[in-house]
């Protein structure tokens, strides 16, 4: 079942903008941008164009001295002087806010659901959490709102900052993608309105099944409707019948506009380039980090007291999620040796492919291949990538094929294959199988949708139903990866329009006559998100406008570039979601790969459509989508391992960095098979201190739909923080929350 909707009358209509003079000269400074993008990825500048630059002494100088010169003309200007006032004003009534102590004491491990307290809005609203938070020491910083910052600056910034939340936020509440409360709170405020808790938005999952409840039964679908579906230039469009259709009077839904959204994409474009903004956010993520290390030097000895307090929780039994994890690398490189060794010798007269007409057994794929099986080991088998895949994408994907042979991929790792992918199922459930016996992990493995015929969602949902796949510590993400250039060079696909037909039109045929697609409705109870996945360092020169051929009219072999797959893959999820949540059925997430490599405009696209995304280093090279992913709480899950093998070093990976200064990030493996030697690949990736590593755990847990603490999924607008139960400080909490409201 699907959780009921908290959204009350919010309109459902997409908001169409007009374009103005203001709007057009943002455009243009967005098309410069994107062309310094270009630029510096094929110059490898040392200094970028969003960055502020750390170790240019003169330019420091030089912008120290611009700096003082406008203070100085500032403090000679009335009008100035007075919003100067004002904004102290505004800085102390901040600093006043303190959380308000509570009667309400922390709750067991496992706590009664209750839905969580109204707070009204108003200029400054002390918002109540569902814990107590203890006295620790707090660091109170007092002065000029502006110090190092020019009031003009400050302003700029500040409405340039606003007005991106308040696009992501539109982008999140059309798709049921999450947004943070309390900035929601703020922004409301801003705009002088009423916050309300029922107009919160959140995605709807389905419930696991109860204890004596088959969870592949096909019995429970709704009723067909007669709704039609037709997708035109790669928007879907419903109509209640074929005669609706006729008259092109579709459903109420919110149909995106290609110009609106180009727009928003070029005013948070064209802010990440702009000088006071960047030197405004790079000083608050400075400080944001300095504030935790000195939180964490006042407070250390008291965390670890309070930690230690904390009954039968440590990091072994604490819940760990792995929120990015290929279904086709989930198990370690040694467990794929095992299990083909054991098929080997189990079962080696069994035909398992057909090669030409002629069918194989086991026993002959091997001899074909000239070797024997009992020989191999997991160095023979190369399939862990090293320093030889370090930005070589293409020989990464090789080490998907075990001895270097494309016909053990197809044999063991496919869901298609002559066997109906039983070999790779039967891993896959002794990886859920060590899951459920070890409590206190899951996962959310990737399958892989490609697009080229809209056959494959019902063998993708035979497969998971025949070999009975499902287990109550994994749910699924299906990945799209972004290779229509070679399906168009093998003339598999005529357009970019029928990738998206294939991919998306059986989906919604199963919402709209769920009992004519019983096993693709039970499959999609168990999905909770879509991946768009490939390397991001492959970069187009195209960039997305509306002027962009609409995907009908792609029909050449060059590959869209990454934010017109994004834009596309956003329109048809957020029309799904609402036409699933007018069915009671569960909703999706958009949760792609984002910032791994190449251009940091994925990142500037993912923030308007992602719900939350995997990798996200190329934050660190912006600090204005740093701050506005802090502001935003973005989920990111990392992969420093990954990372290590294909794009980044170990050392340098800033996922320490952007969890001292409270991002949302959370931990990964990306793929054990190739990055990880252990069974817990997602304990090997880190080596934060415990305080840490438990954060990370909550923001894993608070990322994905599991509930870990009671018999059914929590809905997300009643999702408990409770730290009892992920061993996270009670003071560190506090702190975070008291750093993002201030």
């Not at 490898?44 to 170790?55: G, H, N």
């Not at 252990?678 to 590593?693: D, L, P």
Request: glycine share 4%; charged share 25%; aromatic share 12%.
């Amino acid at each position: 079942m699907a959780f009921p909707g908290a959204l009350g009358e919010m309109p459902r209509q997409f908001p169409k903008l007009n374009i103005s003079e203001v709007d057009e000269h943002v455009r243009l400074l967005a098309e410069k941008v994107f062309a310094k993008v270009l630029r510096e990825e094929d110059s490898k500048d040392a200094l970028s164009l969003f960055t502020v630059p750390e170790d240019c002494p003169i330019g420091q100088k030089e912008a120290k001295e611009r700096e003082l010169q406008k203070e100085l003309a500032e403090q000679q200007s009335v009008e100035t002087a007075k919003r100067k006032k004002s904004f102290k004003m505004i800085r102390s009534q901040s600093l006043s806010l303190q959380i308000p102590p509570q009667e309400w004491k922390a709750p067991p491990v496992n706590p009664v659901l209750s839905p969580a307290t109204p707070v009204l809005a108003s200029a400054f609203v002390p918002v109540q959490v569902p814990y107590d938070v203890p006295e620790f020491q707090r660091v109170s910083i007092s002065g000029d709102y502006c110090a190092g910052v020019t009031v003009d600056d400050y302003e700029q910034a500040a409405k340039s900052l606003v007005k991106a939340l308040l696009i992501r936020e539109k982008y999140s509440r059309l798709a049921y993608h999450r947004f943070p409360r309390t900035t929601s709170q703020y922004l409301c405020s801003m705009r002088n309105q009423k916050w309300k808790v029922e107009d919160e938005v959140y995605p709807d999952f389905h419930s696991p099944p109860e204890e004596n409840e088959d969870p592949y039964n096909l019995d429970a679908a709704p009723d067909n409707l007669d709704y039609v579906i037709k997708l035109k230039g790669g928007i879907p469009f419903v109509y209640d019948s074929k005669e609706m259709m006729e008259l092109n009077e579709p459903r109420s839904l919110p149909y995106p506009d290609l110009q609106t959204y180009t727009l928003d994409l070029s005013h948070v474009l064209a802010l990440i380039a702009d000088g006071p903004t960047k030197t405004y956010c790079h000083r608050r993520l400075n400080f944001l980090e300095s504030k935790f290390s000195l939180h964490e030097m006042l407070n250390e000895m008291s965390e670890f007291k309070e930690l230690k307090s904390n009954p039968h929780r440590d990091f072994y039994n604490v819940r760990k999620v792995d929120t990015h994890i290929h279904a086709a690398a989930c198990m370690n490189q040694k467990h794929l040796l095992r299990f083909i060794k054991h098929t080997y010798q189990t079962e080696p007269d069994r035909i398992v492919a057909e090669k030409k007409g002629k069918k194989m057994t086991l026993k002959q794929v091997f001899e074909s291949l000239h070797m024997d099986p009992y020989d191999l080991t997991v160095d023979s088998l190369d399939v862990h990538a090293g320093r030889q895949t370090f930005h070589r994408f293409d020989k990464f994907n090789s080490k998907y094929n075990p001895v270097g042979a494309s016909e053990l991929r197809d044999l063991y790792l496919k869901t298609e294959n002559y066997i109906g992918g039983e070999y790779f199922a039967r891993m896959v459930k002794e990886v859920a199988r060590e899951l459920e016996e070890s409590k206190y992990q899951y996962t959310e493995p990737r399958l892989s949708i490609y697009g080229r015929s809209p056959d494959e969602w019902l063998n993708l949902a035979k497969w998971f139903i025949k070999h009975k796949v499902y287990s109550p510590n994994m749910r699924w993400i299906i990945q799209v990866p972004r290779i229509y250039d070679i399906f168009r060079s093998k003339n598999i696909l005529p357009s970019f329009g029928r990738m998206l037909e294939n991919i998306f039109v059986p989906l919604f045929e199963a919402t709209i006559n769920p009992k004519d697609h019983k096993e693709l409705h039970l499959f999609l109870k168990y999905v909770t998100g879509f991946d768009s996945v490939d390397d991001e360092s492959k970069h187009s020169g195209h960039m997305f406008s509306d002027k962009s051929l609409n995907p009908d009219l792609w029909t050449s072999e060059k590959n869209p570039p990454y934010s017109y797959y994004l834009y596309y893959m956003y329109v048809n999820i957020m029309l799904l979601n609402n036409l699933r949540r007018e069915r009671g059925m569960c909703t999706f997430l958009f949760r792609p790969h984002c910032g791994e490599a190449g251009s940091i405009t994925h990142l500037v696209s993912a923030f308007l459509t992602a719900d939350n995304i995997s990798h996200g280093l190329l934050l660190k090279k912006s600090p204005v989508l740093q701050y506005l992913y802090y502001l935003a709480q973005i989920p990111i899950a990392m992969s420093p391992l990954s990372n290590n093998s294909l794009f980044l070093e170990y050392s340098k990976n800033p996922l320490r960095e952007f969890l001292h200064k409270g991002l949302h990030v959370s931990l990964s493996t990306d793929d054990p098979m190739q990055f990880h030697y252990t069974k817990v690949g997602i304990a090997k990736s880190t080596r934060f201190e415990f305080g840490n590593s438990t954060t990370r755990v909550q923001n894993d847990l608070k990322t994905v739909l599991f509930h870990c603490l009671g018999h059914s999924v929590m809905s997300f607008s009643h999702f408990i923080h409770s730290p009892s139960s992920f061993s996270v400080y009670y003071s560190l909490l506090g702190f975070r929350r008291k750093c993002l409201i201030s």
